[in-house]
């Protein structure tokens, strides 16, 4: 006889508890829409900026990523050998231009591209008494180098690295 009381007392009080609810009062961050004395359910809605004034934060909105290009290019003069570079330009016109233009302003007469890399790394390897050249990309220098040291190699024993540069893309939002 207990245990149905104690029901019938449970089963009142969420009865009473859903009665209150419904007599207008909206949970914690909203507000009534109704307009005063009107009857029937009671409709709610947010309060604007509620939970900015609770200290909590809303979730920010977060837009794409978008990177900016950067090319790099190697110039040489190989029957003088000279060398002109360009790195972190934002075209492939613009790094060879300038590669071009940096060979020329070191006395460079014949100055030809040998490679033009966008958002990698390059590596200029030189062998032979500094007669063999090879010009290679990777995703990083060590890679470059890598690639260029196995060719180098194979024509030459005294291979290294002469130049070694990075045009990485940048993160512009």
Same mark, same amino acid.
């Given at each position: 006889?207990?245990?149905?009381?104690?029901?019938?007392?449970?089963?009142?009080?969420? #009865?009473?508890s859903?009665?209150?609810?419904?007599?207008?009062?909206?949970?914690?961050?909203?507000?009534?829409?109704?307009?005063?004395?009107?009857?029937?359910?009671?409709?709610?809605?947010p309060?604007?900026?509620? !939970?900015?004034?609770?200290?909590?934060?809303?979730?920010?909105?977060?837009?794409?990523?978008?990177?900016?290009?950067?090319?790099? !290019?190697?110039?040489?003069?190989?029957?003088?050998?000279?060398?002109?570079?360009?790195?972190?330009t934002?075209?492939?016109?613009?790094?060879?231009?300038?590669?071009?233009?940096?060979?020329?302003?070191?006395?460079?007469?014949r100055?030809?591209?040998?490679?033009?890399?966008?958002?990698?790394?390059?590596?200029?390897?030189?062998?032979?008494?500094?007669?063999?050249?090879?010009?290679?990309?990777?995703?990083?220098?060590?890679? !470059?180098?890598?690639?260029?040291?196995?060719?180098?190699?194979?024509?030459?024993?005294?291979?290294?690295?002469?130049?070694? !540069?990075?045009? #990485?893309?940048?993160?512009?939002?």
């Open positions: 006889m207990k245990s149905n009381a104690l029901l019938l007392l449970a089963g009142l009080l969420l #009865l009473f859903g009665m209150v609810h419904a007599e207008g009062e909206c949970p914690p961050g909203m507000f009534a829409t109704n307009p005063p004395g009107t009857q029937g359910p009671i409709n709610c809605a309060i604007p900026s509620y !939970a900015q004034n609770q200290g909590q934060q809303a979730a920010p909105q977060t837009s794409p990523e978008r990177w900016q290009d950067h090319w790099g !290019a190697i110039a040489t003069d190989a029957d003088n050998g000279i060398l002109g570079t360009s790195i972190n934002l075209s492939q016109n613009q790094a060879e231009l300038t590669a071009l233009n940096d060979c020329q302003a070191k006395g460079g007469i100055c030809k591209i040998q490679l033009s890399y966008r958002n990698q790394c390059a590596a200029m390897i030189v062998g032979g008494n500094n007669k063999i050249f090879d010009t290679n990309p990777g995703t990083n220098i060590k890679q !470059a180098v890598q690639t260029g040291m196995i060719m180098c190699g194979k024509a030459a024993s005294d291979c290294h690295a002469f130049y070694t !540069a990075c045009s #990485l893309p940048v993160r512009i939002q």
